[in-house]
């Protein structure tokens, strides 16, 4: 095995073996003692939700550098792999994890109650949208099509901060 095409198969075969035993010792946790599980599902979604923030805001950065790449330069193609493999082994996995994780909370924890909760979902649901744009755009670019300026690209990358500011004072304040 060599070149980037292995390196990435071992890589990936290290994360699902990584993943897998993960996934045994937390049902063995849930297994002997369900009761300790609710602070492990909220530990991986805090660091899921990290994962995915961090993805959103690099994306839309990889952006406003592809734009100044002319199409079909070295660096032009450079960018696209860097923004597939971001959006695809990063910001997309974390996602999942971060709802399956933050979703179970609200209902083992919350039973979906409060008002905090409601106005999170829907910050949360904002940001997936942004992150359903964002992943357009990873076609666009990857098919030469973007018509958006870097100085969007820049704006767009504000708006998962600010969702993310929204978010943490809502689950840190609970302020209704």
Request: aromatic share 12%; hydrophobic share 55%.
């Amino acid at each position: 095995m060599s070149g980037p095409s292995s390196s990435g198969s071992v890589a990936a075969y290290r994360a699902v073996v990584a993943l897998a035993i993960f996934a045994v010792l937390t049902g063995l946790l849930f297994w002997l003692n369900p009761e300790a599980l609710y602070p492990w599902i909220k530990a991986v979604h805090v660091v899921a939700v990290i994962s995915w923030m961090a993805g959103m805001l690099y994306l839309p950065r990889l952006f406003v550098y592809h734009c100044d790449a002319p199409a079909g330069s070295v660096q032009s193609e450079t960018f696209k792999i860097m923004e597939r493999r971001l959006l695809r082994a990063i910001i997309n996995p974390a996602m999942i994890v971060a709802w399956s994780a933050g979703l179970w909370m609200a209902w083992s924890g919350f039973a979906f109650s409060g008002g905090w909760l409601h106005a999170k979902l829907v910050a949360v649901l904002a940001l997936t949208g942004m992150h359903g744009y964002l992943a357009g755009a990873v076609r666009r670019f990857a098919e030469d099509r973007n018509t958006r300026p870097a100085r969007h690209w820049r704006i767009v990358n504000e708006v998962p901060t600010l969702l993310m500011i929204a978010i943490v004072i809502l689950v840190v304040v609970k302020p209704f």
